[in-house]
C-alpha cells in the first residue's frame, strides 16, 4: 500500500544536502517500527520515492515523500511524528494510489528579503541570464513565471513558480535587484504544482483516508 507523506524542512535542517535529507527520512521510517516495503536486492531498502531536491539552504514546505507499505495501519503519522528530527517534520498524509512523480509539472516559491536590500527598478523580465552550472540560458521570464512583488511588514516579497524542467537557483532572479551583496534572503518552496493546481488539492479529493 503507497502512502504520501508530506514533510516540511525548515530551519537548521534546510542546510542538509539532499542525499542527508532522504537519509534522515529514511532513518525516521525506520525508527517507527512501522512495517515498510523494502527494495529487491542484496541491499535491501525502504521503498522510498522523492521530488525534485530544493538546493542547500531553502526552506522546504512541499518534501513530499511517497512511501511503500506492506500493509495499512492505523497512527502512521503520529508514529512518524514521534521520531523525526526537529526541523524535518512530516505534516501529513495520505493513502493513495497516486504518484506525484508523474503528477507534478511545477513548484511555487517564495523569497524574502529586507526592503532596504532591494531594488525593484532594476528588475527586468526581459534580462538574459547564463545558468553556468546547467550550460542554460534565457531571459528571467523563462525561468521564472508569474513573478509577484509585495511587501510583508519591512520585508519584500517575490512569489513565482518554476517548471520542474527549469528548475534554476533563486539567486539568478532576486541577486539583480540586491542593493548589497551582503543581505540575509530567504527561499522558501511553498507548494507542488499539477498544472497548476496544488498537488495538496489533489490529494484531499482522491486519497481513501488522510492523516493529519
Not at 50 to 60: I, K
Not at 71 to 90: D, F, H, N, Q
Not at 148 to 153: E, L, M, P, R, V
Not at 177 to 191: K, N, P, Q, Y
Request: proline share 4%; net charge positive; aromatic share 10%.
Amino acid at each position: 500500500m503507497h502512502a504520501i507523506i508530506k514533510y516540511k524542512k525548515y530551519g537548521l535542517m534546510r542546510f542538509l544536502s539532499a542525499i542527508e535529507t532522504s537519509n534522515a527520512i529514511e532513518r525516521n521510517i525506520r525508527r517507527s517500527g512501522l512495517p515498510f516495503a523494502l527494495t529487491e536486492g542484496f541491499h535491501k531498502k525502504p521503498k522510498i520515492s522523492y521530488l525534485d531536491p530544493t538546493p542547500t539552504g531553502v526552506v522546504n514546505l512541499a518534501l513530499y515523500t511517497r512511501v511503500d507499505f506492506s500493509g495499512r495501519v492505523e497512527g502512521v503519522l503520529s508514529k512518524l511524528k514521534e521520531t523525526s528530527l526537529k526541523g524535518i517534520s512530516p505534516e501529513k498524509l495520505w493513502w493513495t494510489e497516486l504518484n506525484p512523480n508523474k503528477l507534478v509539472t511545477a513548484y511555487a516559491f517564495k523569497i524574502l528579503i529586507p526592503k532596504k536590500c532591494a531594488d525593484l527598478s532594476a528588475y527586468d523580465s526581459a534580462r538574459q541570464i547564463v545558468i553556468t552550472e546547467k550550460s542554460k540560458s534565457g531571459p528571467i521570464s523563462y525561468f521564472f513565471e508569474n513573478v509577484q512583488f509585495n511587501s510583508q511588514g519591512e520585508f519584500l516579497v517575490i512569489r513565482y513558480e518554476q517548471k520542474r524542467d527549469r528548475l534554476i537557483r533563486a539567486r539568478y532572479l532576486y541577486q539583480p535587484i540586491l542593493r548589497e551583496e551582503e543581505c540575509s534572503v530567504l527561499v522558501t518552496c511553498t507548494e507542488a504544482l499539477c498544472d497548476g493546481r496544488k498537488l495538496s488539492e489533489i490529494l484531499e479529493e482522491s486519497s481513501w483516508a488522510i492523516e493529519s
